[in-house]
């Protein structure tokens, strides 16, 4: 019954900047684990950035280690993804996931979430 909704998706160009964000329809984001994940047609969804239920642990792919930053605020049960020096390889629709366990955790493959967005497109121009 859990709902994630992004927003913040848009066009920019390479070099340029965006920042999503991800509401849960949750009681409270602990103990949720997130993460972000994104997609291109034909290809499969993959991880981006992920973040543990405490927020004091994070992980990214390594073709985005720099330039992105998770982040979470419990309090108002968000995610959000920071994304700087945008490239035209990161084009994809982005989503955000979210996992339940009280074990501290971060997880870097979709198989573990069980809850997503819609997804949000990010299209990054040459």
């Known amino acids: 019954q859990v709902q994630l909704v992004e927003s913040g998706g848009g066009l920019v160009q390479a070099g340029g900047s965006l920042r999503l964000s991800c509401t849960a329809s949750?009681?409270?984001?602990?103990?949720?684990?997130m993460g972000w994940f994104r997609q291109i047609p034909g290809r499969e969804r993959e991880f981006v950035a992920a973040i543990d239920w405490s927020g004091g642990s994070t992980s990214y792919t390594d073709s985005v280690k720099g330039r992105f930053t998770i982040s979470r605020d419990n309090g108002k049960n968000t995610v959000s993804l920071q994304m700087n020096s945008l490239k035209p390889e990161d084009t994809a629709v982005y989503s955000c996931?979210?996992?339940?366990?009280?074990?501290?955790?971060?997880?870097?493959?979709?198989?573990?979430?069980?809850?997503w967005g819609q997804g949000t497109q990010v299209t990054v121009s040459s």
């Open positions: 949750v009681r409270t984001l602990y103990p949720y684990a």
């Open positions: 996931a979210a996992r339940w366990g009280a074990a501290v955790g971060v997880f870097t493959t979709q198989d573990w979430y069980g809850y």
